[in-house]
T-cell receptor, first 115, second 114 residues
Framework: GAGVSQSPSNKVTEKGKDVELRCDPISGHTALYWYRQSLGQGLEFLIYFQGNSAPDKSGLPSDRFSAERTGGSVSTLTIQRTQQEDSAVYLC?????????????FGDGTRLSIL | QQQVKQSPQSLIVQKGGISIINCAYENTAFDYFPWYQQFPGKGPALLIAIRPDVSEKKEGRFTISFNKSAKQFSLHIMDSQPGDSATYFCAATTYSGGYQKVTFGTGTKLQVIP
């Protein structure tokens, strides 16, 4: 079946512009996570959705970052007034319920480059 | 306290050899320890996982060894193959507030040479 889909796969934009990154989770997965992966670094947690609500936004690095999820499915991560330090791969993952021991299924990410 | 420390950062192993990646943690609330494998340009994928009440788990050529008292765990890849060349992330999870939160190590880039 279809896995987690992210778009665009690559995004190059100028400093100060806004960007929107999209994630289509596996159908039926209620838990959705966003991570950021910088070059040579591990995965940094950004935000977690259960259905359309976000009970954990603790990883969002600044108020320039926001995310929403609609219909318990598609999620968008928005970065306003992008800075060069925002350059990274943004990964989305989903799992059936976000419960104990459930693996997270990752998309292939959006590689964001800020010029 | 939420960190998971992973070593080495990179590893080169001959084909047929054993690859060993180590991780350590401080937070005793972690209750599940998965390993993820990531190929270039792809997202991480779950490889193998262990619960803290088990000292070892083996799946094919991949084995996790877990030392609860030392708060350390490691991944062993037996008979390493060039196709195993990838970045490996250890992780530790907590389950609270109704959801699982995953803390990842910084990754180990493994290269298996023929």
């Amino acid at each position: 079946g279809a896995g987690v889909s992210q778009s665009p796969s690559n995004k190059v934009t100028e400093k100060g512009k806004d960007v929107e990154l999209r994630c289509d989770p596996i159908s039926g997965h209620t838990a959705l996570y966003w991570y950021r992966q910088s070059l040579g670094q591990g995965l940094e947690f950004l935000i977690y959705f259960q259905g359309n609500s976000a009970p954990d936004k603790s990883g969002l690095p600044s108020d320039r970052f926001s995310a929403e999820r609609t219909g318990g499915s598609v999620s968008t991560l928005t970065i306003q007034r992008t800075q060069q330090e925002d350059s990274a791969v943004y990964l989305c993952a989903s799992s059936p319920l976000g419960g104990f021991g459930q693996p997270q299924h990752f998309g292939d990410g959006t590689r964001l480059s800020i010029l | 306290q939420q960190q998971v420390k992973q070593s080495p950062q990179s590893l080169i192993v001959q084909k047929g050899g054993i690859s060993i990646i180590n991780c350590a943690y401080e937070n005793t609330a972690f209750d599940y320890f998965p390993w993820y494998q990531q190929f270039p340009g792809k997202g991480p994928a779950l490889l193998i996982a262990i619960r803290p009440d088990v000292s070892e788990k083996k799946e094919g050529r991949f084995t996790i060894s877990f030392n609860k008292s030392a708060k350390q765990f490691s991944l062993h890849i037996m008979d390493s193959q060039p196709g195993d060349s990838a970045t490996y992330f250890c992780a530790a999870t907590t389950y609270s507030g109704g959801y699982q939160k995953v803390t990842f190590g910084t990754g180990t880039k493994l290269q298996v040479i023929p």
